[in-house]
């Protein structure tokens, strides 16, 4: 071996000691913040959370997120100052999302997740077992015989149902629901605060094996938790579905129907992010994937969306990494 050799040698074992370089991220596609609509429950907190990383390590970006429900982050998105909202629950906000679609001021990009279940619930050891204080309640039509059961402490004559909060399409649904099967006079359409407030009640009321009649959804950690029985309404019928949304004070329902959630945005940066978009186009999880992260971010205490997020990206990476190109989950992977 001669000295060239020794020193090339040399230098290379040198090299192999050396830090490997920091996989850099490319410049944003978006001269500004990419701004997502933080609506106010966990599931969409998540996702959030998991797109957001990735588009800031991954595709170089900065993110932002505006809190709020719904229908104002709905509006907010038409206007142009939000970009992207994660869940869009386009069936329970038709008559201000088909509107917005038409003028071409949103546009839809792809499925979520194609099961979200919707309904309203019981806990079972209501109606099953030697002391279940409801055992013949099963459907909507049976609530009547039952409203001492759930008592309102407000308004002792009536019981009390726990309905989403005020701003979420789904408190519309549900209050449409209320009317139109005649149980406005037997109960109370109670909105809790905030979605917290709504988990709230729920846990609460399991803890001490009280009675609660509410209005959930899934995938979320509640229901991944606590052991519900959603009762029963009429099959869902997509003219009937219609109707009821379309009259004021319905006299027909029908229960929900298994959702198909998508991601959304607004028109004007669906132009300008091409890339993003393609990345937003194949993000696709699942109710028992999202229910998973969730319930594990629940009994952690002190855990955050964003860390359930980084727990998920970091043991699903098959999920994941077929949402973007090699270098994009390259950097991802190496952010973590």
């Not at 500004?32 to 996702?47: C, I, K």
């Not at 609660?212 to 938790?225: A, D, E, Q, R, S």
């Amino acid at each position: 071996m001669n000295f060239r050799t020794i020193l090339s040698a040399t230098a290379l074992g040198s090299a192999c000691l050396l830090p490997l370089p920091a996989l850099a991220a490319p410049a944003c596609e978006l001269g500004r913040p990419v701004v997502f609509g933080g609506l106010d429950w966990d599931s969409n907190a998540f996702h959030d959370a998991v797109a957001r990383f990735i588009l800031e390590k991954g595709y170089g970006c900065k993110t932002e997120e505006i809190p709020g429900s719904t229908i104002p982050l709905l509006n907010g998105m038409a206007r142009g100052d939000i970009d992207i909202t994660m869940e869009m629950w386009v069936d329970n906000v038709r008559d201000a999302w088909d509107p917005l679609e038409k003028a071409g001021k949103v546009q839809l990009v792809g499925i979520n997740f194609p099961d979200a279940v919707q309904g309203w619930f019981v806990p079972r050891y209501l109606v099953e077992g030697p002391d279940a204080k409801a055992k013949g309640l099963k459907s909507v039509s049976d609530l009547p015989k039952y409203k001492a059961v759930f008592k309102d402490p407000e308004e002792p004559d009536k019981g009390r149902f726990y309905n989403g909060i005020a701003g979420w399409g789904a408190e519309v649904v549900s209050t449409k629901k209320l009317a139109a099967y005649k149980l406005e006079k037997d109960f109370t359409n109670f909105r809790p605060g905030t979605g917290a407030a709504l988990a709230s009640a729920i846990a609460s009321a399991y803890a001490r094996k009280k009675p609660i009649l509410y209005y959930y959804w899934g995938p979320t950690w509640v229901m991944g938790k606590y052991d519900g029985v959603m009762l029963q309404e009429p099959a869902y019928d997509k003219a009937t579905w219609d109707k009821m949304m379309a009259e004021k004070n319905p006299t027909v329902a029908t229960a929900f129907p298994l959702m198909k959630v998508y991601t959304a945005v607004n028109s004007g940066f669906a132009k300008k992010a091409p890339n993003i978009m393609a990345f937003l186009a194949k993000y696709r999880t699942s109710n028992a994937l999202v229910s998973k992260a969730l319930a594990l971010m629940q009994d952690r205490k002190g855990s955050t969306a964003a860390d359930a997020a980084k727990e998920f990206l970091k043991t699903e990476a098959k999920v994941w990494a077929a949402w973007v190109p090699a270098d994009v989950a390259a950097r991802v992977k190496a952010a973590l």
